[in-house]
Nanobody
Framework: QVQLVESGGGLVQPGDSLTLSCVAS????????IGWFRQAPGKEREGVAC????????SYADSVKGRFTISRDNAKNTVHLHMNNLKPADAAIYYCAGIGSWSSTPEACEPREYDLWGQGTQVTVSS
């Protein structure tokens, strides 16, 4: 079964750090472009950070630049999102998503460009 499974969410205080993981099964992650997306209540799903399969190039939303880092470990079929200096505005359900490199190459880190989604993990930032 082809799937992506997120983990690592939780309740943290402003300024804390958290690392999310996205583990792939049934597929070879190295051939997939992967992105992290988030959706807060009442808001549209938005791109947070994306990493390409070909050269590992990354892109980030302006709101997280300098605080979040996306990385991939193809040997472990895992993509991580390292989040530092978390703010209340970062609170959301975080999803990882993928698109096969043979299918298309995302031009922007936008949800519409990805077609395989995980179930999400909740991140709450509150004092």
């Amino acid at each position: 079964q082809v799937q992506l499974v997120e983990s690592g969410g939780g309740l943290v205080q402003p300024g804390d750090s958290l690392t999310l993981s996205c583990v792939a099964s049934g597929l070879t992650l190295g051939f997939w472009h992967i992105g992290w997306f988030r959706q807060a209540p009442g808001k549209e799903r938005e791109g947070v950070a994306c990493i390409k399969s070909s050269d590992g190039s990354t892109s980030y939303a302006d709101s997280v630049k300098g605080r979040f880092t996306i990385s991939r470990d193809n040997a472990k079929n895992t993509v991580h999102l390292h989040m530092n200096n978390l703010k209340p505005a970062d609170a959301a359900i975080y999803y990882c998503a993928g698109i096969g490199s043979w299918s298309s190459t995302p031009e922007a880190c936008e949800p519409r460009e990805y077609d395989l989604w995980g179930q999400g993990t909740q991140v709450t930032v509150s004092s």
